[in-house]
């Protein structure tokens, strides 16, 4: 992968998924992400729309872009998976990426109230591997 | 619409253009775009990958979010068209964009490269034709 893809993936951008919704449109989302491995990680709370959407075609993008001028972006086409996420491992990973996005303090202010007590339930993971990353700048 | 989605999408934030690609997935592109008469124009050069594309698959997304929580997020999805844009209509396209992007001195810059002494030559303008505008915040 050219470095300033995983550069510009690393850095606390909102990513935009794209996806085929259930009326046959592209739809696109933004998203909290993580790239960990290789692939790119999304939370989703269970039975959402987009992890219905998913889990009937995977055919999915994923795009992350700068702000302002000169524009960089990353653009990574794959094939996401829905996987059933448990409460524990939903806190581990929501915490991980509300403190990426937000840093420790707001992180955890948002935690705070999105945890519910402590028990947010179940999940989903949204788990898209890539076929292709295009990494350009406009 | 509701209103909120109409400033939104009348802010200069870059919106992200899913679509269906030539190698049958989504793609996700950002592009600069203006709202006018309740549809979405997008500037393109003559032959490009999302020319192409949306020619093929007219179906469509924009969707245009904040870069800080609250996230206001307006997803609009709908049919696209691809026009022939002869070159004095193209530069006066780009020109309205290039400004609502970048303001008036910034903007000039970027035309002065971008037109190549003031030919540019013919472009594309897509027209996505909203079916469904949603608004909500995150």
Do not use: C
Request: a neutral charge; aromatic letters at 8%; charged letters at 25%.
């Amino acid at each position: 992968m050219d470095p300033r893809a995983a550069d510009l993936l690393g850095r606390p951008i909102v990513g935009q998924l794209g996806f085929v919704g259930l009326d046959g449109y592209p739809h696109v989302l933004p998203v909290w992400f993580e790239h960990r491995d290789g692939d790119v990680l999304i939370g989703s709370p269970a039975g959402a729309y987009k992890g219905r959407a998913l889990a009937r075609d995977g055919r999915a993008a994923l795009s992350v872009s700068t702000v302002e001028r000169p524009y960089l972006i990353v653009s990574v086409v794959g094939d996401a998976a829905v996987e059933r996420l448990p409460e524990k491992e939903r806190i581990e990973f929501i915490s991980a990426v509300a403190i990426r996005y937000l840093g420790e303090v707001k992180g955890r202010e948002y935690l705070e109230v999105w945890s519910r007590g402590g028990h947010p339930g179940d999940g989903e993971l949204i788990r898209l591997r890539p076929r292709k990353i295009n990494f350009y700048v406009s």
